[in-house]
């Protein structure tokens, strides 16, 4: 069963930066897409990031292009995100999941870890 | 991008209730579309993939169905623990994109 634990939120002043992890275990990391979505309070899921298995082709939300930058270490099963110049909108739990059926050209996310909150404010 | 319209926004329902709920999509996503369920203080779930396949470990009271732009969550018999809010997403192209939700409250 895939396992899947977030880390490295926390409050942050406008124009910060944070890098959040994401540490997966229960499955082949290396062959499976892996993605950010987030969550603002109160609000629905919303998709930030995906980066594939093997070629390491990565997809942005057009309001995190440029600030983002998804990355992974296939060697420690770790999934990480980049997020430079916060912006108050950008508050929310980012959750990361895998994606298995991302090489069929499905992207769903079948497994999400539990969270980790990034909080914009001054 | 492809818009993803939930409705209802909420359903009152009581145990053992069948309840529906519906997504439409701004345009053709074939059967590429999932379902999840979000408990308060918790991650979704995934429920449904490709339209109607149940996720493993999912209670067989859950079903989808639908092509194209418009796909039915079906909840056969309300359980106590099925209030939750439901997401549908669209798993066709990026950018990868959710419903509204809906949530079902007693």
């Known amino acids: 069963e895939a396992q899947l634990e977030e880390s490295g939120g926390g409050m942050v002043q406008p124009g910060g930066s944070l890098r959040l992890s994401c540490r997966a275990s229960?499955?082949?990391?290396?062959?499976?897409?892996m993605s950010w979505v987030r969550q603002a309070p109160g609000k629905g899921p919303e998709w930030v990031s995906s980066?594939?298995?093997?070629?390491?082709?990565?997809y942005y939300a057009d309001s995190v292009n440029g600030r983002f930058t998804i990355s992974r270490d296939n060697s420690q099963n770790t999934l990480h995100l980049q997020i430079n110049n916060l912006r108050a909108e950008d508050t929310a739990m980012y959750y990361c999941?895998?994606?298995?059926?991302?090489?069929?050209?499905?992207?769903?996310?079948?497994?999400w870890g539990q969270g980790t909150l990034v909080t914009v404010s001054s | 991008d492809i818009q993803m319209t939930q409705s209802p926004s909420f359903v009152s329902a009581s145990v053992g209730d069948r309840v529906t709920i519906t997504c439409r999509a701004s345009?053709?996503?074939?059967?590429?579309l999932a379902w999840y369920q979000q408990k308060p203080g918790k991650a979704p779930k995934l429920l449904i993939y490709?339209?109607?396949s149940l996720q493993s470990g999912v209670p067989s009271r859950f079903s989808g169905s639908g092509y194209g732009t418009d796909f039915t969550l079906t909840i056969s018999s309300l359980q106590s623990e099925d209030f939750a809010t439901y997401y549908c997403?669209?798993?066709?192209?990026?950018?990868?994109?959710f419903g509204g939700g809906t949530k079902v409250e007693i």
């Open positions: 997403q669209q798993a066709n192209s990026f950018p990868l994109t």
């Open positions: 229960g499955f082949t990391f290396s062959n499976s897409a």
């Open positions: 345009q053709d996503v074939g059967n590429w």
């Open positions: 999941a895998n994606q298995p059926r991302f090489t069929s050209g499905y992207y769903d996310f079948e497994s």
């Open positions: 490709a339209t109607s």
């Open positions: 980066i594939s298995g093997i070629f390491t082709h990565t």
